[in-house]
Structures are given as structure tokens and as C-alpha cells.
């Protein structure tokens, strides 16, 4: 981190940069924690060709949550490029361990964000998950959206990069019926779309944050798929969830097509050590 970088940011946060302390911020970009007088804040850095549009979708998908008043988010101060790199400067959240108490309000709060509705599913602008594109092109029909957005851009890009054979890719008609039954008649709630354990935080006043999100309109089980994905959350959380969005005979099986998604994308980004789980879903339900 050059002096010259410093100075930039102490400009823009108009206040003297007393430390810049690198931690674990991710897989993606590199991340650090800005100390000063006052404030400390936290900064990503990427140098990657889409860094900008990787921070820039961050920040939407931050700001989209934030406006509903439901959960909390880090406050955006500042996203840029600085030479060769683009940056994002948050506000630092001082975290804790989740209590039981902690995880209630975090899934009491995760339902009450669900409850933002809107007439499509997807969104007005694409974004990423990881750092793959993620299509957000809007449909009338959450099975329409799902299988043309979600499902068929990660089974062509795994065929694409020889991760899945095209023997194993189910036909469009056979996903389609068997999502019209398991996706129908489903509203479109915000989601923060990757929600894993990496991907919360909660400060050490008890209050839940959200972080990184993939926002879009989809079906509201989308996020607790994620988050049941590696490990799941305590068991306050889905007590509390699943007392104001409850669920049916249908959910079960649409938590492994929600993670289909998820399982796809983790094949793309990071090989074949996900092909078994991906496969096992395709055999099940296709």
C-alpha cells in the first residue's frame, strides 16, 4: 500500500489515516481496517478487470437492503479506482460471537427484509455471485426466472468448461416440469442472494448486519437454502424465520434445487470437488 494511496483516502474521508491493518476479508479482494482518530473502516481492494463493477453491485445490492429498513448494513463511504485497482471503504463493524438471542433477531429480521414485495422477479440491473455475472433479466414467473437465469447460465458454463458433461445436463423441458410444480404460485421477496455464514455479522451490541450481497427479487426459501448450504445457522434463527414465513410440503424438495444454484456456481468458481453434490440433485429431481 503506497504512501500516495493513503493520502487519497485520508482526502476522501477528510481525516489523518493513523493505520491500514490487513485482515481476512474474503476470497475475492483484500481487505483492511482503516484506523483514524475518531473511526475505523473497512477497505477492499481488487485489482481484478471487473473490480469496479464487482463494488459497484456490491454497493447497489447494500444500499437496496438498507432502504427497506429491516436489517442493518455496513454504511457505504466510498467506492472508486485508484491506478490500477478498484476500492470500496465501509463502515467497520466491531463483531461478536452469535448468541442464541442474536441468531433470533437475525432470522426474525432476514424474514421481515422477505417481506419487501414486488410485481417481477430479478432485478433492474445484473450483479455477480462470487465473482461470476448473475443475471437478474425480469420474468412474470419465478419458474421462468429460475431456469433461465439461474439454473441454465451455471449448467452451460460448467458443460463450457468441461465440469459437467453434456450427458448429464437435464433437457429444459425436463427441468420445467418438474419446477412448475414445486415454483409455482411464489412471491418475489428482496433477497440478499449468497447468504452464508461469511456473509453476516452481528456487532457487539447484538445488532445483525448483512455484508456482500447478489440482491434480487426471488422466492424468499432462495436465502435459507444458502444458508442451510455449509453448516447452517443456530437454531433461534430458523425458529424465529420460520414463524412468520412458515413453510409447506414443497420445501424440502426446493431446498435442493436452491442449492443447485449455489452448488453450480461453486463447481465454476473452484472445480470439480463439487461435480458429486451437483450430480446427486440433477439424479434426484431430473
Known amino acids: 500500500m503506497d504512501a500516495n494511496f493513503k493520502t487519497y483516502l485520508s482526502n476522501i474521508l477528510n481525516t489523518q489515516i493513523e493505520g491500514l491493518q490487513p485482515i481476512s476479508g474474503g476470497d475475492i479482494s483484500s481487505a483492511f481496517v482503516i484506523s483514524t482518530i475518531n473511526h475505523s473502516y473497512f477497505l477492499k481492494i481488487n485489482s481484478s478487470e471487473n473490480a469496479l463493477q464487482l463494488f459497484q453491485s456490491e454497493v447497489n445490492g447494500l444500499k437496496s437492503i438498507q432502504s427497506t429498513n429491516t436489517i442493518s448494513t455496513p ?7 485508484y491506478h490500477d485497482y478498484a476500492f470500496l471503504v465501509l463502515e ?12 433470533e433477531l437475525l432470522g426474525t429480521q432476514l424474514a421481515d427484509l422477505h417481506n419487501s414485495f414486488t410485481e417481477d422477479f430479478g432485478l433492474d440491473q445484473n450483479n455477480f455471485i462470487g465473482n461470476l455475472p448473475q443475471s437478474n433479466a425480469t420474468h412474470e414467473t419465478w419458474v421462468e426466472f429460475y431456469i433461465k437465469e439461474r439454473l441454465k447460465p451455471q449448467l452451460d458454463l460448467a458443460v463450457k468448461k468441461n465440469l459437467l458433461k453434456p450427458s448429464e445436463y437435464p433437457s429444459e423441458n425436463r427441468i420445467f416440469e418438474t419446477l412448475e410444480l414445486l415454483l409455482n404460485n411464489l412471491k418475489p421477496s428482496l433477497l440478499h442472494g449468497d447468504l452464508w455464514s461469511g456473509n453476516y455479522l452481528i456487532s457487539k451490541d447484538g445488532i445483525p448486519y ?44 426446493r431446498m435442493d434445487i436452491y442449492q443447485l444454484y449455489y452448488l453450480l456456481v461453486h463447481l465454476n468458481l473452484f472445480g470439480s470437488s463439487y461435480h458429486a453434490s451437483v450430480i446427486n440433485i440433477l439424479k434426484k429431481h431430473f
Not at 92 to 103: L, P, Q, V
Not at 211 to 223: F, K, L, Q, S, T
Open 75 to 81: 454504511k457505504v463511504f466510498h467506492c472508486d479506482i
Open 92 to 103: 467497520y463493524i466491531e463483531t461478536k460471537s452469535a448468541t442464541n438471542s442474536d441468531f
Open 210 to 253: 448483512l455484508i456482500d450481497p447478489a440482491v434480487y427479487y426471488g422466492h424468499n426459501e432462495v436465502d435459507i437454502a444458502m444458508t442451510k448450504l455449509f453448516g447452517g445457522f443456530g437454531n433461534s434463527f430458523y425458529q424465529a424465520y420460520y414463524s412468520i414465513h412458515p413453510t409447506n410440503e414443497y420445501s424440502n424438495a
